[in-house]
């Protein structure tokens, strides 16, 4: 999720101009037709925030799901894996909305070659030089979160239909 959009004072959606915004919708689109539609994404307005999201089961690079009963994956040390089979298996899932249950422990990874936080731009896209995000965010922060939906992954992702699990923000 991107911002804090405030309807009060006029703020209900991202302040971009028009190329950017067209950029930024062939971005996606193309993430879409690679991946089979796993993302959805608003620039705000209709009572959503502005938000890039995927969904979690599917879209990390390795996932591990730890009974209570059993230790799970050492973390800050080196990357864990997951074995292959199960990569696939998730992987190749149309389920979108994996169920979560409590008492469990899930751990995954998710790297991203292109989204450099540390000196926040958008880097090595083909044909395309490094982009500040700060053009595209301004001054709003960046929430890195998970959440449930009550409806489908492609309807509109409002304050009321969210149910947040994981919250981290970037101010």
């Known amino acids: 999720e991107i911002g804090h959009c405030d309807p009060s004072k006029g703020e209900d959606r991202m302040q971009i101009g028009f190329m950017k915004k067209t950029l930024c919708r ?42 209570s009963s059993v230790r799970p994956p050492a973390m800050g040390v080196k990357m864990f894996e997951e074995d292959e089979k199960s990569f696939k298996e998730r992987r190749k899932s149309k389920a979108k909305d994996k169920k979560y249950e409590l008492g469990k422990t ?3 990874t998710l790297h991203n070659g292109n989204l450099d936080l540390y000196s926040w731009k958008v880097v090595g896209i083909p044909g395309v030089k490094a982009m500040d995000l ?16 009550d409806g489908p992954f492609s309807a509109k992702h409002t304050k009321t239909s969210k149910k947040y699990l994981v919250p981290v923000a970037r101010p």
């Open 26 to 67: 062939i971005v996606f689109n193309t993430m879409n037709l690679m991946r089979g539609n796993t993302v959805h994404y608003s620039f705000g307005g209709d009572d959503q925030l502005p938000h890039i999201i995927l969904p979690l089961y599917t879209s990390v690079d390795s996932f591990v799901e730890t009974d």
């Open 106 to 108: 899930y751990s995954f």
């Open 134 to 149: 700060e053009s595209f965010w301004r001054d709003m922060p960046l929430r890195i979160c998970a959440y449930e939906t």
